[in-house]
Nanobody
Framework: QVQLVESGGGLVQPGGSLRLSCAASRSILLYALNWYRQVPGKQRELVAQISSGGIINYVDSVKGRFTISRDNAKNTAYLQMNSLKPEDTAVYYC?????????WGQGTQVTVSS
């Protein structure tokens, strides 16, 4: 019932910043919003999540560098990524979740390289 479209990925130098957006097709008020990333040959990793009530969690490797946020009026989630490292290179996926289901976007490529 919820379609998600990620945007904002691209090529950035180490130490640079990117802001990812996840636009949803309908209200996200009742959903947790999640950012995952995946490198070829590796498992998909949960990077950050924000609950419908605003509770936020990050994977240790991005704490202090990434910020997840949501704008319910715009049906959009964001991931602000600062101080990017080459190991942050991955396809980043947005997901909206509740107790019953996950909805996934198609992903956006982030490449951190000099």
């Amino acid at each position: 019932q919820v379609q998600l479209v990620e945007s904002g990925g691209g090529l950035v130098q180490p130490g640079g910043s990117l802001r990812l957006s996840c636009a949803a097709s309908r209200s996200i008020l009742l959903y947790a919003l999640n950012w995952y990333r995946q490198v070829p040959g590796k498992q998909r990793e949960l990077v950050a999540q924000i609950s419908s009530g605003g509770i936020i969690n990050y994977v240790d490797s991005v704490k202090g560098r990434f910020t997840i946020s949501r704008d319910n009026a715009k049906n959009t989630a964001y991931l602000q990524m600062n101080s990017l490292k080459p190991e942050d290179t991955a396809v980043y996926y947005c997901a909206a979740s509740n107790d019953k289901i996950y909805y996934w976007g198609q992903g956006t490529q982030v490449t951190v390289s000099s």
